[in-house]
């Protein structure tokens, strides 16, 4: 399966922004999906998951009550919506997908890999 992210920008700190990952070629209503970021000089971080039904989100502590994750299914896609963002949440973001299906929050578990989308948050 092909992973697309998009939606990145520069934005101003207690903005907003929106990703969007887009899959294609693979059967994405049986995968989980994942969030992760890394910053410059530090290791990727998890960010947020969601099964392959949607029922079963989990969040990254520095994101939780700002960041919501989301699917649909029927357009292949997944999201990411940032509320008040902060200068820490600068970063490559990156969507991944599990074949499992099971939300987790590891990137050693992740099966496929988009190309991330920078997000820049300035103070």
């Known amino acids: 399966v092909q992973l697309q992210a998009s939606g990145g920008g520069l934005v101003q700190a207690g903005g907003s922004l929106r990703l969007t990952c887009a899959a294609s070629?693979?059967?994405?209503?049986?995968?989980?999906m994942g969030w992760f970021r890394q910053a410059p000089g530090k290791e990727r971080e998890f960010v947020a998951a969601?099964?392959?039904?949607?029922?079963?989100?989990l969040y990254g502590d520095p994101v939780k009550g700002r960041f919501t994750i989301s699917r649909d299914n029927a357009k292949n896609v997944m999201y990411l919506e940032m509320d008040s963002l902060k200068p820490e949440d600068t970063a490559v973001y990156y969507c991944?997908?599990?074949?499992?299906?099971?939300?987790?929050?590891?990137?050693?578990?992740?099966?496929?890999w988009g190309k991330g989308t920078l997000v820049t948050v300035s103070s």
């Open positions: 070629g693979g059967t994405f209503s049986r995968y989980a």
């Open positions: 969601i099964n392959w039904s949607g029922g079963s989100t």
């Open positions: 991944a997908a599990d074949r499992s299906g099971i939300v987790t929050i590891f990137h050693d578990r992740m099966d496929y």
